[in-house]
């Protein structure tokens, strides 16, 4: 999601057993608790392990209602799938990779995500046409394969837009 005022965390208090994810190793407990404790922190590489497992559930709702749709052919089935899966996306990001349903409505959270989804939307249907004007009958595995890779890029740019380019000056974010 790329929003700036995702970044802007409120400070916690500490409770009286203190947060297990910033403990030291051996203070953790079981093996099979580091890693979902791992990825509960909210530094840059657990935000972006989230930020995947995301990414890659609206995805996979994506492709679903793809070819559900696809009886509507290529272009309306992707609209409607793209928007569908994109605010699902904007809404687990707000409460579950950046951890902003307190401090960002989802209507605010919403709009602010929406260009990049805009975008988003341009770049892969651009690339569908091509796809459709070159292959005309092109398998929905390999329309899908092709937007699972254009959108896999714009993600990784809506990443590290968040993560450096679109920090609000002053705040700084979780390392």
Do not use: K
């Amino acid at each position: 999601m790329t929003c700036p005022s995702l970044l802007r965390r409120r400070p916690e208090a500490t409770d009286a057993v203190g947060d297990p994810a910033r403990r030291p190793m051996h203070e953790i407990g079981t093996r099979t608790s580091v890693v979902p404790q791992r990825l509960r922190r909210d530094d840059t590489f657990a935000q972006f392990v989230r930020f995947v497992l995301v990414g890659g559930s609206s995805t996979a709702v994506y492709a679903l209602l793809f070819i559900s749709l696809e009886w509507l052919g290529y272009l309306p089935a992707h609209v409607l799938a793209t928007v569908t899966s994109s605010v699902l996306a904007n809404e687990m990001h707000r409460r579950l990779t950046f951890r902003a349903d307190e401090r960002v409505g989802w209507l605010t959270a919403q709009i602010e995500a929406g260009g990049v989804s805009l975008f988003g939307l341009v770049a892969t249907s651009v690339a569908l046409a091509w796809l459709d004007a070159t292959v005309s009958t092109a398998p929905p595995v390999l329309q899908i394969s092709l937007v699972v890779a254009v959108t896999a890029f714009i993600g990784l740019i809506r990443f590290i837009a968040l993560r450096w380019i679109f920090r609000p000056t002053g705040v700084q974010a979780a390392q």
